[in-house]
C-alpha cells in the first residue's frame, strides 16, 4: 500500500455524518489522520468512524468558528480542511427555474457557498501556521449545468471560482488548495425519501430504482455508473497528501467521463 504520509497529521471534514464525509473521514483515519468530523447530528456511522464528532450547523454564522475552536481543543491543530459539506435543490430538480423562488436559492448558497467562505475564513490562519491544506467540493454541474437544478450548479460554479481564487492568494503563503468535482456519487442525496431519486421519480411517475439506473446515462457519465464514496474519498486522501505537493489550483473531475471536453 502507498504510505500517503498522512500519519500523526490532522483534518477537519465538513458533511461527515453520512455519505462522501463520511467515507473521507474513515479513509483519512485509516490513513493514519486524526479526524475533526463536522456535522449537524451524531449518526451510528459516525459513532463508530474514530473521528471525534464536533455537532454545529455551518450555515449559522457562528458554526465555523465553533469547528475551528473545537477542532483545536480535541485534535491540538489542523492541517487539512476537507470542505465536503453541500447539496439541496431537490425541489427544483423537479420543477425548474421558473417555480424556483428566492428562499430556495439563498438556502442553497448558504449550504453550498457561503459556509464554505466563512469556514475557509475561520480556518486560514491555522492552515497558514501550519503550512496546511484544503480540498474543497465543487461538482461537475458547475461545468455542465443542464446536469442539475440550476440554483445548485450556480452555487458550485461559485465554489470552483472560490477555491481557484484562495488557492492564488495563499498558496504563496503555504496553504495547498485543490478542489474535487464529482459526477454522481451512490449517497443519501440520492436514495433518501425526498432526496434526488424520489424527486426525478414523482416527476417522470417511474420508480426510485428505475432513476437510479437510468441517471449515469441521462447525465453523460461514459462509464454509465455512480461513483462510489470510498472512490472519492481515496482522491481527497492524496489530495491531502504531501506527496501531492506539487498539485495546486487544480479541479479533478470524478465523473466517469461525463465532462466531454478537454
Ligand atoms: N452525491 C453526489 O452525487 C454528488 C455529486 C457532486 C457533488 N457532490 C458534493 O459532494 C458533497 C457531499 O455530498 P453527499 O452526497 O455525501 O451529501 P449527503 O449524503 O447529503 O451528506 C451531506 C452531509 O452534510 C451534513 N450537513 C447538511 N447540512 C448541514 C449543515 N447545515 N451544517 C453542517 N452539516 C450539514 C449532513 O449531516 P447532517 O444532516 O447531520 O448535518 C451530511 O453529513 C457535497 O458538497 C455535494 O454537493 C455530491
Known amino acids: ?22 467515507a473521507i473521514a474513515t479513509e483519512l483515519i485509516a490513513s493514519g489522520m486524526r479526524v475533526g468530523a463536522g456535522a449537524r447530528t451524531l449518526t451510528d456511522g459516525l459513532k463508530t468512524s474514530g473521528a471525534v464528532p464536533i455537532i454545529t450547523d455551518l450555515t449559522a454564522p457562528d458554526g465555523p468558528a465553533l469547528l475551528l475552536d473545537q477542532a483545536r481543543d480535541e485534535l491540538g491543530g489542523v492541517d487539512v480542511l476537507v470542505n465536503n459539506l453541500g447539496g439541496g435543490g431537490e425541489t427544483e430538480m423537479a420543477t425548474g427555474f421558473l417555480d424556483s423562488t428566492d428562499r430556495e436559492w439563498s438556502e442553497i448558497f448558504d449550504l453550498n ?47 470552483s471560482t472560490f477555491s481557484k481564487g484562495i488557492a492564488e492568494e495563499f498558496g504563496p503563503r503555504g496553504v495547498r488548495v485543490n478542489t474535487i468535482s464529482p459526477g454522481p456519487v451512490l449517497t443519501e442525496q440520492w436514495t433518501a425519501p425526498g432526496g434526488y431519486g424520489a424527486q426525478y421519480a414523482a416527476a417522470r411517475n417511474v420508480t426510485v430504482e428505475q432513476v437510479l439506473t437510468d441517471i449515469p446515462r441521462e447525465m453523460g457519465v461514459t462509464t454509465g455508473a455512480f461513483a462510489d464514496p470510498r472512490q472519492v474519498a481515496a482522491l481527497v486522501a492524496f489530495l491531502s497528501s504531501p506527496l501531492a505537493g506539487a498539485v495546486h489550483g487544480a479541479d479533478y473531475a470524478i465523473d466517469g467521463g461525463a465532462i466531454k471536453t478537454v
Open 113 to 159: 457557498f457561503f459556509s464554505m467562505v466563512r469556514t475557509t475564513r475561520a480556518f486560514l490562519p491555522e492552515l497558514i501556521q501550519r503550512r496546511g491544506s484544503i480540498v474543497n467540493f465543487s461538482s461537475m454541474t458547475a461545468r455542465i449545468p443542464h446536469t442539475s437544478p440550476l440554483a445548485y450548479a450556480a452555487a458550485k460554479g461559485a465554489v
Open 1 to 22: 500500500m502507498m504510505d500517503l504520509e498522512l500519519a500523526g497529521k490532522t483534518a477537519v471534514v465538513t458533511g461527515a455524518s453520512r455519505g462522501i464525509g463520511l
